[in-house]
Structures are given as C-alpha cells and as structure tokens.
C-alpha cells in the first residue's frame, strides 16, 4: 500500500507545467491528489513523473466571463461549494457538492482533477453535461474546448490527450428562467453514487422546454438520456408521463452492477429517482 | 530517485528532511519526525484516521505528499496540547467518551478542531457532517457528537470570559 517510485516536477508556470507533459516519460499531473494517490497506493497507477500543479496559483479560480462561469485546474472542491458565484448561478454544481466525498477530501480536490479522473460514478460529469459546459484542454502549441458530452468516453477515460491539460471548465451561465434536479442514491452520503439523475429544463407555457437530463452510476461514463429528453420536449409536465419515461429510459438501460449495488438494483433507482428529478426541476420552475 | 529537501513547521517547530517523493505525509510524520500520534487506517482515503491540519485545513494525509507540504504549517494530534494541558476539544473527548481503542480520535479531532475553528455553534446536523467522512468502528458516533458539542461551547466560554475581562 505504497506508491511505486517516482520523479516529482513542482513548475511554478502554466508553460513548464505543459512542456513536461510534452515528453516520452509516462507523466501524470497531480491535482488534489484524493483519486490519483488512492490508485497509487493500490499500484493501479504506476507513473514514472507527477507534474504537481499546486504552485500554479493563477489556476485557482472560479469567475465570470463573457456570460460563463469559469472555473481553473486548481479550483477546490471546497471552495467551488462555498462560493456566491456558484450559488448564485448554478445552484445545482452547489447540491451536487453535497453529494461528493468529505470536507477533509474537498478541501484538496479539485473539479478538474475530478473530471479527468472520469470514475463512471461520480456526479460532475453528468451534471457537466446538462449545464452545456466546455472543457478547455490545453497543451504547449495551443488549446481547444471539447463540450461536456465528449469528454467523458470510459471508465477513467476522457478525451485528453496525453500532452494535453485541462486548464479550465468552462460553463454557459444558464437562462434565468431554467430550473435544475439532483437526486442521488449512494450507500452513504459522501460515497461515489450508485445512482445520480440531474436535470436542467425550463417550463414555458405550461410546456416543458430544452430538457436535458443525465445520469451517472450506471453505464461506463455518465452520460445524457437523449430519448427522454426527446419525451418530454414540448410536453406539459404530468406524472404519468414522467413515470413513462422513467420506467423507459430503465428499460433500456443495461447498468453496471457491484457487490453493493447490482444491476437490477441501479435499474430500479433510475426509474424512481428520475420522475422525482425531473418534479423537482418542475416545481421549482414554476416558484 | 533523487531525494528532495523539505522544511516544514510541524506543531510550531521547523523539520527539515531530504526524503523520496513518493513518501506520504502519513509515513513522513510518523516514521521520519517520530510522531506516531496521526493513524494510518486505509492509506487510501476512506477513513479519516490519517487526518492531520495543514495550512488551517483538515487533510487526508495519506493522500498527499511529504514534498508537495514544503512551506506548510502542520498540526498533529501531538500538537493540540499545549504544556501538558489536554485541549478542550481533547478534554470533551475524555469527559463524553468520544473514543473507546482511540484509532479513529487523531482524525476526529482534525475534523472536529477545522469545524469550530470556523464554526463556534454548530448545529448536530453540522457536526454530523464534518465527521463524515471519519470512520469510528466503535463509539456509534453519538458520543463522539456530544463531545464536539460539549468542545464548542467550552471553547465559547473560554472566548466569552477573555472579551468579558477588563482590560
Ligand atoms: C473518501 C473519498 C470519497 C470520495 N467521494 C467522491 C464522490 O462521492 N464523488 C466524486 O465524484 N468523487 C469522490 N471522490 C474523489 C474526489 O472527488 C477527487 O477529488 C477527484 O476525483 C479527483 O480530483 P483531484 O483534484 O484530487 O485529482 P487527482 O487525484 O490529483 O487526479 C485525478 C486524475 O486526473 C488527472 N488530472 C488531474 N488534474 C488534471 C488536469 N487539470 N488536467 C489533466 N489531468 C488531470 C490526474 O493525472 C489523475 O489521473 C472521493 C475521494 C475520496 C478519497
Ligand atoms: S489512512 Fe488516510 S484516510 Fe484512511
Ligand atoms: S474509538 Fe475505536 S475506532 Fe473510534
């Protein structure tokens, strides 16, 4: 249970940082540390460098610009929760954090080392797709923005490239008259989930609009329902229509299962969690 | 590997070593400063047994490297007494029966001393929470939320005493 060997860089510029992952040795950078060190101590990950971005204040930001939240690489968990910006304007990144790890776990990871990690359980990922948000991935000659429903493509899997870093998340701030869901289930508060559901939907005349619902826990990557956002486009909200869609979307879904929470099991969560969701967002829309 | 020094202020003295990038702030402080007081449990996160309070935070220190704490201000349960004299969050412990084998107390005490640092009055709810992620095999946590409550306002006494005193 220890970390194999390793050499440590500690660059205190964003250029050198991203000249080191431009190199042959099999690098990895460390951010908050609370996945990468877990899977060293187990020897899942075996890095020969870790390029440690704590020295990099200027990444350590939340703020507004040209109508987006933008939120840095070195962003904590903790402080991402606690800001007025996010409760302001994404109350829903605001309850997912109720949702994730510890206080002693948020006070050092970041949202970007959390999406890089890519853990088929974790609620960022979904809830980065329903918000429309952009991942900036930055490398020496250049950086490109890949939107959320492209980033995340397997368990620990995401888009980067192995010379590239995330720099920032980028995150449209959404139309005041939208309205958002969470619900999790998870064997306690704090643990990955076993089921999330997060929803962004907008009610207007009565019909519901631009739904966008995702989930995660259940298959590989968190990812977007797209046949129940297509169900609910345009319709009036009503529970029997949500149950529908709900115990359709189940069907289709093929879960994967663990120890503690089989398939079955996570399919049976989805169907119920989604209609209160998706009431949730409702109710809310119409305060 | 080549070595890096480190200089630390651990429970306000300087340590300075020169140690491989891989040893975890865990292993540094307990085999390489000799203050075995901080726990080790699961080395991987889960357990809250390894909390240490670096920079004013609590931190899984498992999970960090000694290296990457070069420049910090670190507190260990070593460092909570003070001449001898148990720290009212540790003398709540003692008096509620906040712990039984006291593996988990190192780590609860980090969390609890974060929370009424920045929270004089927490609520159970709030107390609850900042314990959550600290793992106790053998109190049922009740006892442990009875001394953190007991700690709080022991430490709102003590505050309201001194700015009641004449000057
Ligand atoms: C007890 C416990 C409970 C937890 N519970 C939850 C939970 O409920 N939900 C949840 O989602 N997470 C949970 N986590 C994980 C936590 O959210 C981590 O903070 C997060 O997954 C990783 O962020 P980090 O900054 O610590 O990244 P690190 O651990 O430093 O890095 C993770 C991975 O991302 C890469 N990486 C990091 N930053 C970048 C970057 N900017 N660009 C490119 N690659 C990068 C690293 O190389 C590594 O491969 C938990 C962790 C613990 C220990
Ligand atoms: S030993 Fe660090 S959390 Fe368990
Ligand atoms: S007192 Fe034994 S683990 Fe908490």
Known sequence: MKPAAFEYECPTDLKAALAFLDADTETRILAGGQSLVPMMNFRMATPERLIDINRLPDLDYVREEDGDIVIGALARHGDIKASELIAEHLPVVAEAYEWIAHAAVRNRGTLCGNLCHADPASEMPAVMQVLGARMVASRLSGSRQIAAEDFFLGTYETALEPDEMLTEVRIPKPEPNSSWGFEEVAMRKGDYAWCTVVVMLSVEDGKIRQPRIAVSGISDHAHRLGATEAGLEGRAPDTALLEELAQSAAQDADPIGTETANSEYRRDLLRVLMPRVLQAAIDRAGE | ?167
């Open chain 2, 1 to 167: 590997m080549k070595k890096i020094a480190v200089s630390v202020t651990v429970n306000g003295r300087q340590r300075e070593a020169l140690i491989a990038p891989r040893m975890l702030l865990s292993d540094f402080v307990r085999q390489e400063l000799e203050l075995p007081g901080t726990h080790v449990g699961c080395e991987h996160g889960v357990c809250g047994s390894c909390n240490v309070i670096v920079d004013g935070k609590a931190v899984r220190s498992c999970l960090m490297f000694a290296v990457q704490a070069e420049g910090s201000q670190i507190t260990t349960v070593e460092g909570f007494s003070a001449d001898g004299e148990l720290h009212p969050i540790q003398t709540a412990f003692w008096e509620e029966h906040g712990l039984q084998c006291g593996f988990c107390t190192p780590g609860m005490l980090a969390s609890a001393k974060e929370l009424l640092d920045a929270n004089p009055d927490p609520t159970d709810d709030e107390i609850r929470e900042a314990i959550s992620g600290n793992l106790c095999r053998c109190t049922g946590y009740e006892f442990i939320i009875n001394a953190i409550r007991s700690a709080a306002k022991t430490l709102r006494d003590t505050e309201n005493k001194k700015t009641l005193q004449p000057a």
